[in-house]
């Protein structure tokens, strides 16, 4: 196996501009200026001590800012945030830039993001939005409509702002904060006015890097996880690499953790470019798991799939969730807390690690009503009496000729009568009963347990170890499933669910 695919990987993290600090710093007591700075630069500490390479940090959401001044964007009113926010103001620390100037002493570079149309409830109370009426996005209530030039010419405003007043190494544009720019009929038609603000946003950075006399200043982009969301949102993504806009690409989901992005989309776009591609970790398994977090074992799953199709890193998101337990002991997750859990990224930048360890690949449903993008990503099996038969794909980038490796496929049947059975392929081929396992679940699964789900048979699969034609291949897996009852004829619906696969490692 070649050299490149043994490198370390880049690690960008994304912060959303409060929580990677609130959560340490919203219940201490009152601290001073001093003590302020230093808890700033102790967060960026502890992301060098794991490799992270590249710091996004949020400073611009529902043209706002949390910078302490802008001449642009409204620097009332953030949020839930305000006070601690107000206070680092009074203190005379300027938080974006004791991040930055303690991230440059690392050597790591400091991003600012703008979330380009982020949505979160108290977006109708923004100035921007309640003083123009005819730029509102009408069909998402708090969003703005980039199809008009006052709301572009005002994004690039405070992209010139921010790189005239901090010497950033560059910006992100977050598209998936919340995915329209665009109404829904005019998206694609409208994505020539965003590649055309790209453009000026990267004439802009080229222009404060020859002021500055440093190299190429980096704008990325935040961008759903397949090629198709993006043209129906207008994100010409392809354009944006060809006429070498964009320096990185984030694939990522609205919340969760896609195993089954296909990267290498991504990727043939940048072949032959500089422009790298850094599909997101997100801790939140899928929706409805309320207490459900991923585990080292799950993201070195994901790692695992996003090298082998070519990715050059990745990009945590929203990764506070881990210790979100310091702000609120109710709130979702548990596990390691801050810093510890930052530790994880440090295996999961270095490929050889992470295929040194077990991977548990979950394929649970991340959006079951519709995902934020609009579109319809509950992928599950539904059998019912007049269709018993249904499909799955689940992407596993494993070499299961390996006898070093051996896996097991689970899944459960929700609905499913006593009576029944099912017949399984993989691959187009029937799983003998010898490898099934059945076990009911007659009390069904607690919100405590993960997803609240309704009483359930789980079944698993064992799959020999060094299999010469093991039943998975390496890449995109189909599990398909057919529901039988001979003393009579099925009735109501069979939902597979929770489908996952274990791969454990010897030595």
């Given at each position: 196996m070649g050299s490149e695919r043994d490198e370390k990987r880049h690690v960008l993290i994304n912060w959303d501009g409060t929580s990677v600090e609130q959560d340490m710093f919203i219940h201490r007591v009152a601290m001073d200026a001093d003590g302020m700075r230093r808890l700033l630069e102790d967060v960026v500490d502890e992301h060098a001590r794991v490799g992270v390479d590249t710091y996004s940090h949020v400073v611009f959401a529902q043209f706002r800012t949390n910078l302490p001044s802008s001449n642009v964007a409204q620097t009332t009113k953030w949020g839930w945030t305000d006070d601690w926010l107000q206070k680092l103001n009074e203190a005379g620390v300027d938080r974006a830039r004791v991040l930055m100037d303690h991230c440059r002493h690392h050597g790591i570079a400091f991003l600012a993001c703008l979330r380009m149309n982020d949505r979160h409830g108290h977006s109708v109370e923004a100035d921007f939005w309640l003083e123009h009426p005819q730029w509102r996005l009408e069909e998402f209530r708090g969003g703005l409509d980039y199809k008009h030039e006052g709301v572009r010419e005002t994004l690039l405003a405070f992209v010139e702002e921010i790189l005239n007043s901090y010497d950033v190494d560059g910006i992100e544009f977050d598209y998936m904060r919340w995915c329209h720019v665009f109404s829904r009929a005019e998206a694609e038609q409208n994505a020539p006015l965003l590649?055309?603000?790209?453009?000026?946003?990267?004439?802009?950075?080229?222009?404060?890097?020859?002021?500055?006399?440093?190299?190429?200043?980096?704008?990325?982009?935040?961008?759903?996880?397949?090629?198709?969301?993006?043209?129906?949102?207008?994100?010409?993504?392809?354009?944006?690499?060809?006429?070498?806009?964009?320096?990185?690409?984030?694939?990522?989901?609205?919340?969760?953790?896609?195993?089954?992005?296909?990267?290498?989309?991504?990727?043939?776009?940048?072949?032959?470019?500089?422009?790298?591609?850094?599909?997101?970790?997100?801790?939140?398994?899928?929706?409805?798991?309320?207490?459900?977090?991923?585990?080292?074992?799950?993201?070195?799953?994901?790692?695992?799939?996003?090298?082998?199709?070519?990715?050059?890193?990745?990009?945590?998101?929203?990764?506070?969730?881990?210790?979100?337990?310091?702000?609120?002991?109710?709130?979702?997750?548990?596990?390691?807390?801050?810093?510890?859990?930052?530790?994880?990224?440090?295996?999961?930048?270095?490929?050889?690690?992470?295929?040194?360890?077990?991977?548990?690949?979950?394929?649970?449903?991340?959006?079951?009503?519709?995902?934020?993008?609009?579109?319809?990503?509950?992928?599950?099996?539904?059998?019912?009496?007049?269709?018993?038969?249904?499909?799955?794909?689940?992407?596993?980038?494993?070499?299961?000729?390996?006898?070093?490796?051996?896996?097991?496929?689970?899944?459960?049947?929700?609905?499913l009568h006593e009576s029944e059975t099912l017949h399984i392929r993989l691959n187009g081929r029937a799983v003998a009963a010898r490898q099934i396992t059945r076990v009911a679940d007659p009390d069904g699964q607690t919100e405590y347990e993960g997803r609240k789900l309704d009483p359930f048979h789980l079944y698993l699969i064992d799959l020999p170890r060094g299999d010469d034609d093991p039943m998975l291949i390496d890449g995109d897996n189909e599990l398909a499933v057919t529901r039988h009852r001979a003393d009579s004829p099925a009735e109501g619906t069979v939902t597979i669910d929770e489908l996952e696969v274990y791969v454990y490692v010897s030595s």
């Open positions: 590649t055309e603000m790209t453009a000026r946003a990267r004439r802009l950075l080229d222009d404060a890097a020859a002021r500055r006399g440093v190299g190429r200043l980096r704008l990325g982009v935040r961008v759903p996880q397949t090629m198709e969301e993006c043209r129906a949102l207008g994100f010409d993504v392809a354009a944006w690499v060809k006429e070498g806009l964009i320096d990185y690409i984030v694939p990522s989901d609205f919340f969760h953790t896609d195993i089954n992005t296909r990267v290498e989309d991504f990727v043939a776009l940048t072949e032959g470019t500089a422009c790298h591609v850094y599909p997101a970790i997100h801790p939140l398994i899928g929706r409805g798991n309320k207490r459900g977090l991923m585990k080292l074992i799950n993201y070195r799953a994901a790692a695992n799939n996003f090298y082998a199709r070519g990715a050059q890193g990745i990009s945590p998101y929203n990764y506070m969730y881990t210790w979100d337990k310091r702000r609120s002991p109710g709130y979702v997750g548990a596990g390691l807390l801050w810093p510890a859990a930052l530790g994880y990224l440090r295996e999961l930048a270095d490929p050889a690690q992470v295929r040194q360890r077990d991977r548990h690949y979950l394929f649970h449903t991340m959006w079951d009503q519709g995902a934020p993008t609009g579109f319809d990503k509950d992928e599950r099996i539904h059998l019912t009496a007049t269709e018993p038969a249904g499909t799955q794909t689940f992407r596993v980038c494993e070499d299961l000729t390996d006898p070093k490796l051996r896996a097991v496929v689970q899944f459960k049947a929700i609905g």
